[in-house]
């Protein structure tokens, strides 16, 4: 990408600084390019300030429309790729039309602002925040710089947290009854429950517990739904008898996981699932679904 | 899918396992050189996936584990280390749980775990909890079973027990115990599902491997019963009660068999001595396929050997009535197990009767009663054929007879015989065999009739046929041996008071006269001797007539003794009923009873008369009556006339001529005896020389006629030599001239042959004979006088 700016617009260079930037939080983002970089972590209602520095290449001058900065939260469907929908446009002019000859800073703030989604990167739909600055030109097109940075919302815990009970079977086959302790997980937190076994009938080989997160994009007919499951956890080893329980306990940190996201601005939803998954000898599958609430925690407090 | 598999796929893979452990262990070092804890996990949890395979038999799996095993000793050293990997255990503890595999997890949260401990950073009874609770995750029988072993042995060592740095205020030896409990009960399930899995055709072979993963479940009862601190009142009120509840509710034949022999053997006999109750309510509910009484027997053994072992502790057995349960608890048992083969019920008979002779040897009512229930049991069942039962029963029946030493003392035990009459005919005799040499050995007396009437009860196999028996199995040997046995028994019942000892003569006469005309021969002798001792005895005391109401005297024995006799002269077997006659005689004459002396001679006589008639039984039986008829002196002139001259009336009508010849010359003793006041018919016994000469003559004559050589002259020696007794006895018929012609007939009779032909005899007997009078003749005095009046 600086190549390629470097190439057709080697008219100026362009940085973003955040004035927080060297106390700020820094955490890893995949681009789509496959890397990751570490980029600064903000959440709703912070306020994001910070200089904007234009220096043109020695000796040039950069004639402009008007320099501004954007702060932007935008879903891009993969269906639809390149194609930005912006949730939120915030803008900043920083510059009136003119000419720039010499290196120039700008301060620009955006004070406390709405951020209710989070940053997410999905299968099919990614939802980013991005600052870009524009020097706007006429003919000779608009030089654009993007910083992007992450949003991550916490939410306090949940006052009702029901456990998920349930008793499922196959009639003269199979009978269990699990449970987990909660319906609502923070990321760091730890599923805790037991499977009891009210009737064996079958040869077992294993059983897992698997977390699985549904993604779906679109609305209506053009729904789109994409499940993958992020971890295989094994819960039993062996064919139990009736009346054994076994214990779950699942630390969800080593997943990469995201909080649930319901109906996000109408294009797209994330959720979990906890699959608990019998195989029995010849391998088929036994499995039943069970959707959990991920959120997350303020990290002082959960970790 | 391992059962179809051969022993050479099963090697493979082994090889493979350890292959892959070794590989995977390799990288686990290195990245434990580099402090990498990261890597060290990812490679831990890789080289204990190798565990989760399904296709070894258990010995296998072992090998496997074991080098899986050593591996993780120097992972723990890392753990252990919290400057080379960096984290507080505690996280580490939740980092082990992210790995996804159960088994690997569970392995390396068990070492983390033991760490954790070690650290007292958690008190180390909510770790042993959590370890204990999730190794329930895996579920496979013989993987669980070794996780949990592994378990059990990393935390053998941080068990809260008393005296451990890990028992403080949270941490009790009831969590150890608990822990422990909990990890055995577990075990022992997996252990019991190993049978459930595959086809039941492999059954035979996963009994052969569940035996060896016994080892693994019964550790746990080993740790029980080392944890210091588990007293009486915890061992009664939770770990017994938790470990048999786990026994009973496993409903599995082997685990109840194995489990119960552990708790038994790794527990105090103190402790079981006071839990009697709850273990014996343990064992009347276990499978009946299960072998109780090898779990029973076990326990009375313990118990016997612990009440051995000091008689401070008898008084223990006492207050917890070991005996009384115990036989309730067998009682039980037996009646629960119905199938349980009669050698089993005797097999727990025996034990118990083993148990009670050791810890209560002066109850013979807790014997007796072992040995009535015995009885009932025994009623129960057709017909004992079982030879290892029948064995059984023989040990219950000897076991008083070894511990009192006396079989008086066995009599008493009104079960006993009734015991002995579910024995078969051989096994019976056997037992009869033992009680004699238990007698014999013991040189035990019996002296009472009642006692007699029982022992013989006891050994009536011996004493007569029994029902169905086919004698003609009978080892000849084998017979004479066990008559022999009977026989020298009867010399061991005795008694001073005549009246008694009269009343066993009796009753053994009673018993014996049953015994058939084959044992007869045997018993009768002892019998006769033994009444003849009495007779003796009452002799000997002397005017033993103190009243009519007296039953006890030699007349009246002698009558008893006379039908005795009569008996086996029926047999027939009559050589030995007349020297019993003859012995009764002589027997009577020393009590001056006449009557009685002469009616035995009568019967003797008649025997000679009527049964014997084989020339040879003839010539000794002569000989012996002639003897005897010597000797007797309570005989009158007309009895005793009658007698001798029926003695030397049949010794003349002996077959053979020296017979003849050597009975009359016998007889010639009849008529002089050489006592004070003895009988001395000089006449009648030069008489009787004389005859027996003539009769000596006549066999020479014969033998010249028949073989044309006169024998030997030895018949002519005998009768000089009773000339030369006579003579120097001072018979005056006996004349000097009568000796020198018969020394001159013999010179004659050696020298010639029929045939004039002069021959050099040499008779040594002769020769001592001529030396004998030379001799006598020296010696001067009155002898020397007389034999000077012989001229050789």
């Not at chain 1, 008007?66 to 920083?94: A, C, P």
């Not at chain 2, 030493?405 to 078969?424: C, E, F, G, K, Q």
């Not at chain 2, 009988?679 to 010249?704: H, S, T, V, Y």
């Not at chain 2, 006629?705 to 000089?720: C, K, N, Y």
Request: aromatic share 8%; hydrophobic share 40%; net charge negative.
């Amino acid at each position: 990408m600086n190549y390629l700016l470097g190439a057709f617009k080697p008219a100026c260079n362009i940085s973003i600084t955040f004035s927080d930037g060297k106390n700020r939080k820094q955490v890893p983002m995949k681009k789509e390019n496959g890397q990751t970089a570490l980029v600064p972590l903000f959440q709703s209602q912070e306020t994001l300030s910070g200089k904007v520095c234009v220096e043109p290449y020695q000796g040039k001058k950069v004639e402009h429309n008007g320099v501004k900065v954007e702060l932007l939260g935008q879903i891009e469907m993969y269906f639809d790729r390149g194609n930005f929908y912006d949730f939120t446009s915030l803008v900043r002019e920083l510059d009136v039309p003119g000419d720039i000859y010499d290196r120039k800073t700008y301060p620009f703030e955006f004070p406390t602002v709405e951020m209710p989604y989070e940053t997410y990167n999905g299968v099919n739909v990614r939802l980013r925040y991005v600052l870009k600055l524009t020097v706007t030109r006429g003919y000779a097109g608009s030089i654009v710089e993007y910083q992007e940075f992450m949003v991550r919302n916490y939410a306090p815990p949940p006052p009702i947290n029901n456990s998920i009970k349930m008793e499922v079977g196959i009639e003269d086959c199979l009978h269990i009854e699990f449970e987990y302790n909660k319906s609502k997980y923070h990321l760091k937190d730890v599923i805790l429950g037991k499977i009891y076994f009210l009737l064996v009938r079958i040869k077992m080989k294993n059983m897992d517990l698997e977390i699985r997160r549904r993604e779906s994009t679109g609305a209506g007919a053009n729904t789109h739904v994409e499940t993958e499951t992020l971890g295989k956890f094994e819960l039993m080893d062996g064919t139990p008898v009736r009346g054994e329980s076994i214990p779950v306990r699942l630390f969800l940190a080593p997943y990469d996981l995201t909080p649930t996201h319901r109906n996000i601005n109408n294009k797209f939803s994330v959720k979990y699932y906890l699959n608990l998954v019998l195989v029995d000898e010849e391998d088929r599958r036994y499995f039943k679904q069970q959707e959990i609430t991920l959120y997350r925690l303020k990290e002082d407090a959960s970790s | 899918m391992r059962r179809l598999a051969g022993v050479e796929d099963e090697e493979k893979w082994l090889a493979e396992g350890i292959a892959g452990i070794q590989h995977n262990a390799f990288f686990m070092h290195r990245a434990l050189d580099a402090n990498n804890l990261r890597e060290v996990l990812k490679y831990s949890a890789l080289m204990l996936s190798e565990l989760r395979t399904s296709k070894l038999s258990p010995q296998k799996y072992y090998d496997l584990y074991m080098r899986a095993f050593d591996e993780l000793r120097q992972l723990e050293v890392f753990f252990k280390d919290e400057s080379r990997h960096g984290l507080p255990v505690v996280d580490l503890y939740e980092l082990v749980q992210h790995a996804g595999n159960i088994l690997p997890r569970m392995y390396l949260l068990c070492t983390v775990g033991s760490v954790y401990i070690k650290s007292k950073q958690a008190p180390s009874k909510d770790v042993l909890k959590d370890l204990v609770e999730m190794c329930r995750g895996v579920q496979h029988p013989i993987r669980g079973l070794f996780l949990r072993s592994y378990l059990a042995q990393v935390s053998r060592d941080k068990l809260p027990e008393i005296g451990s740095e890990y028992e403080g205020d949270a941490n009790t030896v009831m969590d150890a115990v608990e822990f422990v409990l909990q990890n055995f009960t577990e075990m022992n399930k997996l252990w019991v599902r190993i049978q459930h899995q595959g086809p039941g055709t492999v059954r035979e072979k996963q009994e052969k491997e569940r035996n060896e993963l016994r080892d693994l479940v019964g550790k746990n009862l080993h740790v029980l019963g080392q944890i210091e601190g588990v007293d009486l009142e915890m061992y009664k009120e939770t770990v017994l009660p938790r470990v048999l509840e786990q026994v009973v509710n496993c409903k599995d034949e082997l685990a109840q068999y194995y489990l119960m022999e552990c708790i038994i053997q790794v527990f105090p006999d103190e402790y079981h001595l006071q839990t009697l109750e709850t273990l014996l309510a343990a064992c009347t509910q276990l499978m009946p396929t299960v072998d109780t009484k090898i779990v029973l027997t076990q326990l009375m053994d313990r118990l016997s050997n612990y009440a051995a072992s000091s008689p401070d502790v008898l008084h223990e057995f006492l207050q917890v009535e070991a005996f009384a349960k115990l036989s309730n608890a067998i009682g039980k048992v037996i009646d629960t197990q119905i199938e349980m083969p009669i050698v089993g019920a005797m097999t727990l008979f025996v034990s118990l009767l083993t148990f009670t002779l050791r810890v209560h040897p002066d109850r013979l009512d807790y014997v007796d009663q072992i040995l009535g229930a015995c009885v009932v049991k025994l009623s129960s069942v057709p017909k004992l054929e079982d030879a290892r039962a029948m064995k059984q029963v023989v040990a219950l029946l000897s076991a008083p007879l070894e511990k009192y030493n006396d079989i008086v003392t066995a009599l008493t035990l009104s079960n006993y015989p009734r015991v002995m009459d579910h024995l078969d005919d051989g096994t019976n005799k056997v037992m009869a065999m033992l009680i004699i040499q238990s007698i014999m050995k013991n040189n035990s007396c019996i002296s009472t009739a009642d006692k007699v009437e029982v022992l013989f009860e006891l050994i009536k196999g011996l004493i007569k046929d029994l029902d169905g028996t086919d004698t003609e199995e009978l080892d000849e040997e084998d017979f004479q041996e066990e008559q022999n046995s009977v026989a020298r028994l009867i010399h061991m019942l005795d008694n001073e008071e005549p009246e008694e000892m009269l009343k066993i003569i009796c009753v053994v006469r009673k018993h014996l006269m049953t015994g058939g005309t084959r044992r007869l021969p045997f018993t009768v002798p002892p019998l006769v001797f033994s009444a003849l001792r009495l007779v003796r005895q009452l002799d000997s005391q002397g005017g033993d007539i103190t009243g009519e109401e007296v039953s006890a005297t030699p007349r009246k024995i002698f009558q008893i003794l006379n039908q005795t006799i009569e008996v086996l002269s029926s047999v027939p077997c009559p050589e030995l009923a007349l020297r019993l006659y003859l012995q009764c005689a002589e027997a009577a004459s020393d009590c001056d009873l006449e009557p009685a002396a002469y009616e035995f001679f009568t019967q003797a006589f008649i025997l000679y008369e009527e049964e014997i008639a084989d020339s040879k039984a003839q010539v000794t039986a002569i000989h012996l009556i002639i003897g005897t008829l010597q000797r007797i002196n309570v005989f009158g002139v007309e009895n005793r006339d009658t007698l001798t001259h029926k003695a030397t009336g049949y010794s003349a009508r002996l077959l053979k001529k020296p017979d003849q010849c050597r009975a009359v010359y016998a007889c010639s003793h009849l008529f002089w005896v050489d006592d004070i006041d003895g009988i001395k018919d000089g006449e009648r016994a030069l008489l009787c020389l004389r005859r027996a000469l003539r009769i000596a003559n006549a066999a020479q004559q014969m033998a010249n006629a028949t073989r044309g050589s006169s024998g030997p002259v030895t018949l002519f020696v005998e009768i000089l030599n009773k000339y030369i007794y006579f003579y120097e006895k001072g018979n005056p018929h006996i004349t000097p001239s009568d000796i020198q012609s018969l020394i001159e007939l013999i010179n004659t009779e050696m020298q010639s042959d029929d045939n004039g032909n002069r021959r050099i005899h040499s008779d040594p007997f002769f020769t001592s004979t001529l030396r004998y009078i030379r001799f006598q003749k020296q010696k001067g005095g009155v002898i020397g006088d007389k034999y000077d009046l012989i001229k050789l």
